[in-house]
């Protein structure tokens, strides 16, 4: 378990570092304003229309990097610094969640197969740690009996949250190079604030990048523990 601890500080030290590198890369390039003067909103909004999409509604959400898109719904949910101001890390993360609109409307398979993934990670994510531990408890460590049989269920429900958190990586990536292109294409930003967007999305994405790791780590970290000692 010691090892276990070390593994998880190391990955959440690392998540932190790069939560707050991109806590405060939005925080500079928020104060790179728009020569065009378009809030979040207008950029989504122009978004959406330029690749014919009209059955999304763009709405503000409370709270600051809360910005997703609801493909329930079909909103564009973007955070009230995001929706109503006009600079680059607004116009980065308002494309970007239309970026996940255009997925959803030109049915982008990574897109789909997430959706696919939500309801059954929804369940296996929250139980998946407690039949692990609850079954090595019960003598799954010596390799036989009732015990082994229930940390292998939670093993493999929290390989189902590993899948997700890599079928995430695609979808992220995605979303984030169809705003890019969006945005260079159509030249709405100047060179200087499309540097910022651009630099503000990667940071973004590595946050799900860590993410994945994480998850994979603590997959392998347990299957060693459950498998290693049958053998």
């Not at 493999?156 to 260079?184: H, Q």
């Not at 299957?223 to 000692?229: E, H, P, R, Y």
Request: one cysteine or more; hydrophobic letters at 50%; glycine letters at 8%.
């Amino acid at each position: 378990m010691f090892t276990y601890y070390i593994l998880i500080g190391a990955i959440a030290l690392v998540s932190w570092l790069v939560s707050n590198k991109l806590k405060s890369k939005f925080k500079t390039y928020s104060k790179v304003h728009l020569r065009n003067g378009m809030s979040g909103k207008e950029i989504a909004e122009k978004m959406l229309a330029d690749n014919g999409i009209r059955d999304v509604k763009v709405v503000s959400t409370p709270g600051k990097l809360t910005d997703h898109y609801d493909p329930r719904n079909k909103t564009v949910n973007l955070s009230e610094p995001v929706y109503s101001q006009a600079n680059a890390a607004a116009a980065a993360v308002a494309a970007h969640e239309c970026g996940h609109a255009v997925q959803h409307a030109q049915a982008y398979s990574w897109l789909t197969m997430r959706s696919q993934l939500v309801p059954i990670v929804s369940v296996s994510s929250k139980m998946s740690q407690w039949l692990v531990i609850g079954g090595l408890i019960l003598g799954a460590a010596s390799g036989a009996g009732l015990g082994f049989y229930v940390s292998v269920v939670g093993l493999l429900m929290m390989g189902m949250a590993t899948i997700f958190s890599f079928v995430t990586l695609p979808v992220e990536y995605d979303a984030s190079n169809r705003a890019l292109a969006w945005l260079k294409n159509k030249n709405m930003l100047a060179p200087n604030e499309y540097d910022g967007a651009e630099d503000a999305l990667k940071w973004a994405a590595r946050t799900y990048l860590v993410a994945a790791i994480g998850a994979l780590a603590s997959l392998l970290y347990w299957a060693m523990q459950i498998l290693g000692n049958r053998s």
